[in-house]
């Protein structure tokens, strides 16, 4: 079963940046899509932003698009979601995840999940 673990959350200002990094167990192929949620207290968890090499589509949520960058390195096993101009409405745990074979399009749920990362974004 592949492994995934998060790394890189913390507290930061309004305005900051973070990088949050999800290594995985084993080799991520181009039939693995990789994305990114996060869930605040008493929310919903909702997808912040997915990729997949097999469909070509990168997808980010609305809330995020032009702030956050979602990229891979299939070499060294790890994902990554850069997050700029972070708010205080970014704040919440972040999870990676995957799945194969999934287009990050349509219905599906991802099958690996991390155990998420914690973002706090105040001032």
């Known amino acids: 079963q592949l492994q995934l673990v998060e790394s890189g959350g913390g507290l930061v200002q309004p305005g900051g940046s973070l990088r949050l990094s999800c290594v995985a167990s084993?080799?991520?192929?181009?039939?693995?899509?990789i994305a990114w949620f996060r869930q605040a207290p008493g929310k919903e968890r909702e997808r912040v932003s997915c990729?997949?090499?097999?469909?070509?589509?990168?997808a980010y949520a609305d809330s995020v698009k032009g702030r956050f960058t979602i990229s891979r390195d299939n070499a060294r096993n790890t994902a990554y979601l850069q997050m700029n101009s972070l708010k205080p409405e970014d704040t919440g745990v972040y999870y990676c995840?995957?799945?194969?074979?999934?287009?990050?399009?349509?219905?599906?749920?991802?099958?690996?999940w991390g155990k998420g990362t914690p973002v706090t974004v105040s001032s």
């Open positions: 995840a995957a799945e194969v074979y999934y287009a990050c399009s349509g219905p599906g749920g991802m099958t690996y």
């Open positions: 990729s997949s090499s097999s469909s070509g589509i990168t």
């Open positions: 084993d080799d991520i192929l181009d039939y693995y899509a």
